[in-house]
């Protein structure tokens, strides 16, 4: 807990915010005037019981009109309006406060969030992560609220109340009062303690279950597919049943909890009630000081009532927020060396020079790789799936350093410069296209989020998607939707084609760009990237072999070394593991253009002798 406090503290008290730290000072001033107000406030109660019961007495210096009754119950009024007033204007002043902290944690967060390496985003559970920075940012504001605006005014509170009893009873009353806070914090922490366990696995209950939500509805689709809507439903129910036992207990304990404390408190308030209507009777102590003993302990009893729901959230806030600083203590699996510089690209030359690599030790993926992409030439990639085409990328990308070797940019080896110039020096066109969930624009500007409205324009246009977007209804703000699903897959590709033309990069990686896509729309695709690749270092990871006839070397990658190398047609001539590539694709592509033929013919056949009987009619 302290360390966690410790780690909080800089966000309640910042350093470069002085009209905060005010807030604070004035909040803390206003906390002290509240408290003194409150046990007060009984005092005003015991003398307006004296004053109706004439048992009250007035100095000869206190004018008369000040202790009649009326004014009693107006000063009693005006007691507790200020009571309340100065816990407000203290809630409000500081509101701001926990606010500021809220926002300087979660921006920390989200930052440092895509500071972590790809390792870390390949195993992370978006739902879980996005429950941690949720329960986290108000794990802060339950800490401020409780701890600081709830816990130490109640500290505050019963001091006074503690010196109050004694000055106007005596001793054995503050014993009473004790044994009572006493009894009822040891009570109350066992008891939260236990439910705390409750809650706990009711968190975890409910991260498991937004998960499992999640990952259903951002794999809408592949439900669909395979008709396995009852499926996610039970493993959803599953982990909703888990949340609904722990929840249960967790509101059954609170009655256990709640019951306890009104034990403890009434046996306290029984007792003193007791000594003090004794000593009214043995007229030692006037009615008002059996109201106002009343009065004080039923004060007391609301902030008392509310500690066990403080205790518990504030242990629940720092429970939460220690996942949270957990997360913030992950370090990234790949950093800036101290004097790293800023990559400066002349041509754009990329040299891999017997690269090593494997995500696992014991599964070696890249087996001394080494290779150059002359300045603006163009290198092909190819060979069987798991090969380490896609890993090689992702080396250039450096979201994941070497094992062994090295890879360079115009001679400078990656690790010495930073990770912020490398990448605005490289666009890729992945073979998924994910979009964000806003306006066609929005997507194509995020390559270069200064463009204006007409490079935006400009870049669709040699996209080849300008004239599909100006036939939309709303243009170039049209929503394309989760994931961009409401695009196709040409469409999408073709949208990422822009956003790679707005940024501009002297460095391209079409990553299988065209894999997924028809015939056709591949034919359209590829046009468009031969215009992104104009001039610009290109290094072209394909699946298929047609889309890489041009390029100035071609290289056949198998179980991640290099099995041959050439142009197309030298390594058509050695009659290797890409000549049995090529032709096992032709074949391919041959049937299918056979059956599209095929099934065109059909359809022309019917509609030149019309349907027979039985036949559905194709107009």
Request: net charge negative; proline share 4%.
């Amino acid at each position: 807990m302290a360390d966690t406090l410790k780690v909080l503290f800089p966000y309640i008290w910042p350093k470069d915010r002085p009209d905060l730290k005010l807030r604070i000072y004035i909040a803390l001033f206003i906390l002290v005037l509240a408290k003194l107000v409150t046990v007060l406030v009984p005092y005003s109660y015991k003398w307006l019981t004296d004053s109706l019961t004439g048992e009250l007495g007035a100095p000869a210096s206190v004018p008369e009109w000040l202790i009649v009754p009326m004014m009693l119950v107006v000063a009693y009024g005006v007691g507790r309006l200020m009571m309340v007033g100065f816990n407000e204007l203290r809630n409000a002043l500081f509101a701001k406060v926990g606010q500021h902290a809220v926002r300087n944690l979660a921006n920390e967060t989200f930052g440092h969030i895509h500071r972590l390496s790809l390792r870390f985003h390949l195993q992370r559970r978006t739902g879980g992560l996005s429950r941690i920075i949720e329960r986290g940012t108000k794990g802060i504001e339950i800490i401020i609220r409780f701890l600081i605006l709830t816990a130490v005014p109640t500290i505050l509170e019963f001091a006074l109340m503690i010196a109050v009893v004694t000055y106007q009873f005596d001793w054995t009353y503050a014993g009473i009062v004790i044994a009572i806070v006493v009894a009822f914090i040891w009570f109350t922490k066992v008891a939260s303690d236990w439910r705390i366990a409750i809650r706990r696995a009711m968190n975890e209950a409910d991260t498991d279950s937004n998960t499992k939500s999640v990952d259903a509805m951002l794999n809408y689709e592949t439900v669909k597919y395979f008709n396995n809507e009852a499926m996610e439903a039970r493993r959803f129910d599953g982990a909703m049943a888990k949340y609904e036992k722990a929840a249960t207990q967790t509101f059954t304990s609170l009655a256990t909890l709640n019951f306890g404390q009104t034990f403890i408190f009434t046996i306290g308030l029984v007792a003193c009630m007791i000594l003090s209507a004794q000593a009214v009777q043995a007229g030692t102590q006037t009615l008002g000081d059996f109201v106002m003993i009343n009065a004080l302990l039923l004060q007391l009893w609301q902030p008392m009532n509310f500690l066990g729901f403080v205790y518990r959230e504030i242990k629940q806030g720092l429970v939460d927020l220690e996942t949270m600083f957990d997360l913030l203590r992950q370090n990234p699996e790949i950093t800036d060396s101290p004097d790293a510089l800023p990559l400066d690209v002349s041509g754009g030359a990329i040299r891999f020079e017997d690269v090593r690599f494997s995500y696992d030790p014991n599964r070696p993926i890249l087996k001394g790789i080494s290779f150059e992409v002359p300045a603006g030439k163009q290198v092909a990639l190819v060979g069987p799936s798991g090969a380490g085409k896609s890993t090689i990328s992702r080396l250039l990308y450096r979201f994941y350093d070497v094992s062994e070797g090295s890879i360079s940019i115009d001679g400078q080896d990656l690790k010495d410069v930073t990770q912020t110039s490398l990448r605005q020096q490289i666009g890729m066109v992945p073979q998924d296209t994910v979009l964000f969930n806003d306006t066609i624009a929005y997507n194509i500007r995020y390559g270069r989020p200064s463009a204006s409205e007409e490079e935006v324009h400009e870049a669709a246009r040699m996209a080849q998607i300008a004239d599909f977007i100006e036939q939309l209804p709303d243009g170039f703000e049209t929503q394309v939707g989760e994931r961009g699903l409401k695009l196709s897959g040409g469409e999408k590709q073709r949208v990422a084609i822009a956003r790679t033309l707005l940024k501009a990069p002297p460095i391209l990686i079409l990553d299988e760009a065209t894999s997924a896509l028809d015939t056709q729309t591949e034919k359209e695709i590829q046009a468009a990237l031969d215009v992104v690749s104009k001039d610009r270092t290109t290094l072209l990871i394909a699946h298929r072999l047609s889309t890489v006839i041009d390029a100035d070397e071609i290289i056949v990658l198998k179980a991640g070394e290099i099995a041959e190398r050439g142009t197309h047609d030298e390594l058509l001539a050695m009659n290797g593991l890409y000549t049995t590539m090529w032709n096992r694709q032709r074949e391919a592509s041959e049937a299918e253009k056979k059956l599209a033929e095929t099934r065109a013919q059909d359809v022309e056949g019917v509609i030149d002798r019309g349907p027979r009987a039985g036949e559905p009619s194709l107009a």
